[in-house]
């Protein structure tokens, strides 16, 4: 090979890994790192993203350097020179691959099983999923239950995730990582969070009309905050203000208040309009019109209310999909936060029916 031949081939190669790199580094393709999996998962990434750069400005630059050094002319209608097989060359395209291929999968290997392992206290979350949201439970802490997923930075956290109805995924883009939720089966995913902050949690599999809003926040706190919340859970006090659940009434009664939690943290509002609630879901009946909801139905407002909560399909909205309400809310409330719920529900709609 003429020293010419290694200089283009070489100078073309540099050309297309510059443009391939160029692509790969200059736009954002990731999103912040918040927990230590995801750290590792974007090293795997580059790894492969480094090795297909290098492929790539390989081929590309020998395709390149044929086209243009090996064109025959416009007239040539020969049969091009017959190559029975090059024993180097083949040995050299298998082994290359062999060896790549297999340096991806040990690589992968390792960081499936670092980011599986759980520390020595692990945080246990039981996570349920339903049609159209996620409630989240610290077994740890009586039981406490939260619509929004809370997790002290640096912790080793364990989410061991159940489905109520249909396959759901939970996916926090910021932690790098998903997991189906099955019905029948309990799927784990093991999370480090290492940035404070408020993430995005949101569904990824496609499970029904409400699947676009089923969707709520993760949360990472400093643990002495986070353990702070806890305690003030378990006292069955007022969740503390944040970004997505803050109260909007200050002179809600303590029943008001307690029917407010429980709309949150049973997901109401992935698919109500409450504007007591600030919820903005559209999949379910406008929760603001109550009022006129039980005239068509013919009932008393209260009763109407709690018919709707425990027998969802006794009558139908005209205009909304049958069968699409979870009917077992009866069972999963306790009586007196089904009270509470029925109460705030009436009294938030007969103020706004009063506007
Ligand atoms: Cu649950 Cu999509």
Redesign the pocket.
Do not use: P, R
């Given at each position: 090979m003429r020293r010419g031949s290694i200089v283009a081939l070489l100078g073309l190669a540099l050309i297309a890994g510059g443009v391939a790199a160029a692509v790969a580094l200059v736009p954002t393709w990731l999103p912040e790192t918040a927990s230590r999996e995801a750290g590792r998962i974007h090293f795997v990434i580059w790894f492969v993203v480094v090795i297909c750069i290098l492929i790539f400005a390989l081929v590309a630059a020998v395709l390149a350097y044929a086209v243009m050094r090996f064109r025959v002319d416009d007239d040539d209608f020969e049969d091009g020179p017959p190559i029975h097989g090059h024993t180097g060359l083949e040995i050299t395209w298998t082994v290359i691959p062999f060896v790549l291929v297999t340096s991806i999968a040990i690589v992968s290997a390792i960081v499936l099983a670092r980011n599986d392992a759980q520390a020595q206290d692990t945080l246990r979350v039981n996570v349920t999923?339903?049609?159209?949201a996620?409630t989240f439970n610290y077994p740890d802490a009586k039981n406490v239950v939260s619509p929004v997923l809370r997790l002290p930075k640096g912790r080793s956290v364990e989410l061991y995730m159940r489905?109520l109805d249909?396959?759901?995924?939970v996916f926090v883009p910021q932690f790098s990582q998903k997991e189906d939720?099955v019905p029948g089966l309990v799927t784990q995913l093991h999370i480090t969070p290492t940035r404070l902050g408020t993430f995005p949690l949101?569904?990824?599999?496609?499970?029904?009309l409400?699947?676009?809003l089923?969707r709520t926040e993760a949360i990472v706190m400093e643990p002495s905050a986070f353990d702070a919340w806890l305690r003030q859970q378990e006292k069955g006090a007022a969740p503390p203000p944040s970004t997505s659940t803050t109260s909007t009434s200050t002179s809600s009664s303590s029943s008001s208040a307690a029917g407010l939690a429980a709309f949150k943290s049973y997901g109401c509002s992935g698919c109500h309009t409450l504007t007591a609630a600030k919820a903005t879901g559209t999949t379910g009946p406008d929760l603001d019109k109550l009022v006129s909801y039980a005239k068509q139905a013919k009932q008393p407002l209260t009763a109407f209310v709690h018919e709707s909560i425990v027998d969802p399909d006794a009558y139908i909205q005209p205009g909304y999909p049958k069968g699409v309400m979870p009917q077992d809310f009866g069972q999963r409330l306790t009586k007196s936060q089904l009270d509470a719920l029925v109460t705030f529900l009436v009294q938030s709609a007969q103020k706004t029916g009063n506007k």
């Open positions: 999923a339903q049609q159209f996620f489905s249909v396959i759901h995924s939720v949101e569904c990824t599999e496609l499970c029904g409400g699947h676009s089923m």
